[in-house]
């Protein structure tokens, strides 16, 4: 807001910078240094830290640095849970893939009260998350249903179709060979499927000691 933030980029940290004849760039403001905040807000300071550090900080450092804060503390766990530990707190909005975008809506969701079973489509979330990360954004998804919401994921993560509790494998190739239901059921049900090659491949992932089954 106007008083505490730099008016020259008008807290953003960076401006336009006109190109001619390529588009315009955006570079780090020549007043606050990227910093955001006018002299007199960076000069405040909590446990060393001015808002700038703050928000330079990834989600588990802060996680780390506010464990005290229980106002703070839930909110950066959840993003924790999340996968998306990685972001720093003042990392623009444009700069998030869609899989990122949609997991921090699922994160200001769960920490709004709740008005009422709602339905979820989620697009590839899981997409560039390490296992273990997926196994946190599982509990995730498994909070909203326990909740009573209805989660829809469109997926071809393995992990992710070994915890649904019912799956419905499209193909059984793809273009014009593919758009018809090969399999859908449980988990169970796709590995029985010998046209499926989803049911294959998890069979497979699970013999290899994946995600178990869960209900």
Known sequence: VKGGRCERCEGMGTVTSSMLFFPDAQ????ECH???????VLSVRLDGRSIADVLDLDVDAAAQAFAGDAAL?????LLREA???????????PTLSG??????????DLLQPASGPCLYLLDEPTTGLHPQDVAHFLRLLRRLTDAGHTVIVVEH????????DYAVDL???GGAQGGRVVACGA?????????SHTGRALRAFLSRGGAPFEG
């Open 27 to 30: 570079v780090t403001c020549p």
């Open 34 to 40: 990227g910093r955001r905040f006018c002299e007199a």
């Open 73 to 77: 503390a839930r909110p950066l766990n």
């Open 83 to 93: 996968g998306l530990g990685y972001l720093t707190l003042g990392q623009a909005l």
């Open 99 to 108: 899989g990122e975008a949609q997991r921090l809506g699922l994160v200001r």
């Open 157 to 164: 993560n393995l992990q992710l179709i070994a915890a649904c």
């Open 171 to 173: 193909g059984p190739e």
């Open 187 to 195: 988990p169970e049900d796709l590995c029985a499927c010998e046209g």
